[in-house]
């Protein structure tokens, strides 16, 4: 059997790890040290799971998609409704968890990247929540498309600060927030939003988003009396399609990673880390599957949905990519355009473009599979943030 836990410098095989500049080693450990001491603590999971009932809403709902089902003619297709929590997506399962752990470590200040503006929302909340200050880093390209969610964090409280370097996205604020953590380690958490960057976050974020995974092992035994044969998600860093997929890993069900096809395949114009053009390569901290040309310079990227626009991908999905043990596969914008109104109209529920991502393959897959087998996808957000996307694309096609 494969061992599918990371070593205790935060390897799975070959990814991950720890590539960072000397001054942040010291802060890494000390974040290390403070999660492994709660890591299995009864009290702070007693706590966190508090939140997660009464702030959170949870456990979010598994439901049978029963006129999407029958549409497409083959498996019986249930959504895990992350869609449904506060915030609108998976994200503040994992910032609960880490402000948690940033109290606990008796720290007054918290930074954060963000792309789409998901995980500054997510993560201004439970700073309000927690009165602690807030400092989030965002590419001034992402606070031009993502208006709304500058306005909400700066709601909740948080200092948004713009990054003009680059390409002004996501990658550029991950840089300045480490810049900024490098500065003011002493009194500042770092709370990162994917299973990405150096060792403990990978490993930290995967614990913390894998109860999606756990509630809906049991949410399906008690519906179904047996595990799913497929599973499927959206992968941008990866947080939501390990969160789903990691209760399941040593048990026979099929797993599919579905990974932004962009408006095609050369380099530049998707953010599909294993579809041909990516190769090994150290980004913000970790080893991984990373976009980059000939001569290691990290490449542009392109999606439809901010959240899946990254240019490398969780170090454990590299892994796990590697071994076989999880499928990965791409839609385009179109297909995630398609996917997001049809979801919307056949259930009723208004998809993100991220996780209209996974719904694009579900509805190649389901037809070809047999009425009896059962799959569950991630709905790993709400498609509120989106819809002045998807009118301007609709408006102009
Ligand atoms: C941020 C986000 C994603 C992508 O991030 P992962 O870490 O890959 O899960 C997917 N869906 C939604 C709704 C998001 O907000």
């Given amino acids: 059997m494969i061992n599918y836990e990371?070593?205790?410098?935060?390897?799975?095989?070959?990814?991950?790890?720890?590539?960072?500049?000397?001054?942040?080693?010291?802060?890494?450990?000390?974040?290390?040290?403070?999660?492994?001491?709660?890591?299995?603590?009864?009290?702070?999971?007693?706590?966190?799971?508090?939140?997660?009932?009464?702030?959170?809403?949870?456990?979010?709902?598994?439901?049978?998609?029963?006129?999407l089902t029958e549409t497409l003619g083959g498996a019986k297709i249930y959504l895990k409704r992350e869609d449904l929590n506060h915030t609108g997506a998976h994200k503040i399962n994992n910032c609960l968890g880490q402000i948690l752990l940033a109290r606990g470590m008796g720290k007054k200040r918290i930074i954060a990247e963000t792309g789409a503006g998901q995980h500054g929302v997510a993560t201004a909340t439970v700073c309000a929540l927690f009165g602690l200050e807030c400092v989030v880093y965002m590419g001034t390209e992402d606070m031009r498309r993502q208006e709304p969610n500058v306005f909400r964090m700066r709601l909740l409280g948080a200092d948004v600060r713009g990054v003009d370097s680059g390409s002004r996205t996501l990658k550029d604020a991950i840089n300045e927030a480490l810049r900024d953590w490098v500065t003011n380690v002493d009194t500042t958490y770092y709370l990162l939003g994917s299973a990405l960057g150096p060792h403990p976050y990978p490993l930290m974020v995967r614990d913390f988003q894998s109860i999606i995974g756990r509630e809906a092992r049991e949410q399906i035994v008690e519906k179904e009396g047996r595990l799913p044969d497929v599973l499927v998600a959206c992968v941008g860093g990866g947080s939501n399609a390990i969160g789903?997929?990691?209760?399941?890993?040593?048990?026979?069900?099929?797993?599919?990673?579905?990974?932004?096809?962009?408006?095609?395949?050369?380099?530049?114009?998707?953010?599909?880390?294993?579809?041909?053009?990516?190769?090994?390569?150290v980004l913000q901290g970790t080893k991984s599957y990373v976009l980059q040309n000939d001569d290691g310079q990290i490449a542009l990227t392109h999606s439809v949905s901010a959240g899946l626009d990254y240019a490398s991908i969780g170090p454990e999905h590299a892994f796990l990519h590697d071994v076989s043990r999880v499928e990965y596969a791409s839609a385009n914008d179109d297909d995630a355009?398609?996917?997001?109104?049809?979801?919307?109209?056949?259930?009723?529920?208004?998809?993100?473009?991220?996780?209209?991502?996974?719904?694009?393959?579900?509805?190649?897959?389901?037809?070809?599979?047999?009425?009896?087998?059962?799959?569950?996808?991630?709905?790993?957000?709400?498609?509120?943030?989106?819809i002045n996307t998807v009118r301007e694309i609709f408006a102009n096609s």
Avoid at 247 to 270: P, Q, S, Y
Avoid at 345 to 357: F, K, N, R, Y
């Fill in 244 to 281: 789903l997929f990691h209760a399941f890993l040593n048990d026979d069900v099929r797993m599919i990673g579905v990974e932004a096809g962009g408006r095609g395949k050369t380099l530049g114009e998707h953010a599909a880390r294993f579809m041909s053009s990516a190769s090994v390569g």
């Fill in 6 to 67: 990371p070593n205790e410098h935060g390897y799975w095989g070959d990814y991950g790890g720890r590539f960072v500049p000397e001054t942040l080693v010291a802060p890494l450990d000390e974040l290390t040290e403070g999660y492994f001491a709660v890591r299995d603590d009864a009290g702070f999971h007693a706590e966190l799971n508090d939140l997660h009932q009464n702030f959170t809403g949870r456990p979010s709902p598994l439901y049978f998609a029963k006129r």
């Fill in 337 to 386: 355009l398609a996917a997001f109104k049809t979801l919307s109209e056949t259930e009723g529920i208004i998809p993100a473009l991220e996780s209209s991502h996974a719904i694009a393959h579900v509805i190649k897959l389901a037809p070809e599979m047999s009425r009896d087998s059962v799959m569950i996808v991630n709905l790993s957000g709400r498609g509120d943030k989106d």
